[in-house]
Each structure stands twice: as structure tokens, then as C-alpha cells.
């Protein structure tokens, strides 16, 4: 979903638009490497092996439930983290160039 509107910003031919993509990408590879997806992986596998299952009460450690959380906030774009302000230049650049198709890209039609 994030790569989708990467093409949008460079579609808007813009340097806000660009600029917005190359944030975006800089933050999915923050990302990707950091705290999403291969640290939730890490922490999942850690109290499978720890704990002997999934179940979350049987998960201890606040660390662990923190980065689990900032990964998977950081995976849906939330206010505070890279993606959101990739995608927000994304969609301003968008509006400039045009509202149909910020509106049609807000939307996911």
C-alpha cells in the first residue's frame, strides 16, 4: 500500500511529491530493518520459544510489547513516524496537481 503511493507522488511530478517518495522509502527501510516487521517476527519467535506459544498472556516483558506496538503502529503510518510524513507530502503534492485523484487515492478506489 505504501509503494502505491509512492507512484502517486512521483505521478504528481513534483518536488514535494518526489521528496515525499523519498522520504517515504528512507522510513520503509528505516522500517523494514528497525522495528516492524522482522522485530515483530523476532519478538513472536522469542516468547514461542520462551514461553512455548503465542498466547499473549502467557508473554511477558513491557520491552517486547513496545517494540511490538511501535512496529506495527510504524507499519500503518501513524502520526510520528516516517511513513505518515512521506505520505502526507505524498497527498499534499497530490492536491496540488489534482482533487479528483487525491480524493479517488484517499479513498482506495
Request: hydrophobic share 55%; with cysteine; glycine share 16%.
Amino acid at each position: 500500500m505504501h509503494m502505491g503511493y509512492a507512484f502517486l507522488g512521483i505521478a504528481a511530478y513534483s518536488v514535494l511529491g518526489l521528496g515525499g517518495v523519498v522520504l517515504l522509502m528512507v522510513a520503509h527501510g528505516l522500517r523494514w530493518r528497525c522495528c516492524s516487521s522482522s522485530r515483530r517476527a523476532c519478538i513472536i519467535a522469542a516468547h514461542h520459544v520462551r514461553f512455548g506459544g503465542h498466547g499473549r498472556a502467557r508473554a511477558a516483558g513491557a520491552g517486547a510489547r513496545a517494540l511490538f506496538v511501535a512496529g506495527t503502529f510504524a507499519s500503518i503510518g501513524l502520526p510520528g513516524f516516517g511513513n505518515f510524513w512521506g505520505e502526507l507530502a505524498i497527498f499534499v503534492a497530490l492536491w496540488k496537481f489534482s482533487h479528483v485523484f487525491t480524493v479517488i487515492a484517499w479513498r482506495g478506489w
